[in-house]
């Protein structure tokens, strides 16, 4: 019987600029399913411990996914030029990323 796998990867409010993590949990092979979103505060330099690039796979928010925990921000989207992920409105079709400035495609 397989362990759940859980990560937290680091994300950041396209809004404030503030980061924030996510809990993702692999649901199957391949696929996360993000649960949870909460502030990080910088100032406690714990953003070194966030894996935000080894996330082999698709990825969905469940529908208890509180959004971003700044601006309430429904979604997130993967910077598709640096990998970071930022939150993201439900509604353009393209989102800037909140953190090298290039347009994003939301997941
Ligand atoms: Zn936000
Ligand atoms: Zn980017």
């Known amino acids: 019987m397989a362990e759940q796998n859980i990560v937290i990867i680091l994300a950041r409010c396209s809004r404030s600029g503030k980061n924030y993590g996510i809990r993702l949990v692999q649901t199957s092979p391949g696929k996360w399913l993000g649960t949870w979103a909460f502030p990080i505060k910088k100032a406690a330099g714990k953003e070194k411990g966030y894996d935000s690039e080894t996330m082999p796979g698709t990825f969905a928010l469940s ?18 030029e640096c990998g970071m992920v930022g939150c993201w409105n439900g509604k353009m079709s393209v989102a800037a990323c909140p953190w090298c400035g290039s347009l994003g495609r939301p997941w």
Do not use: A, M, S
């Open 63 to 80: 529908d208890t996914f509180p959004g971003c925990p700044y601006c309430k921000n429904p979604h997130i989207f993967e910077c598709e």
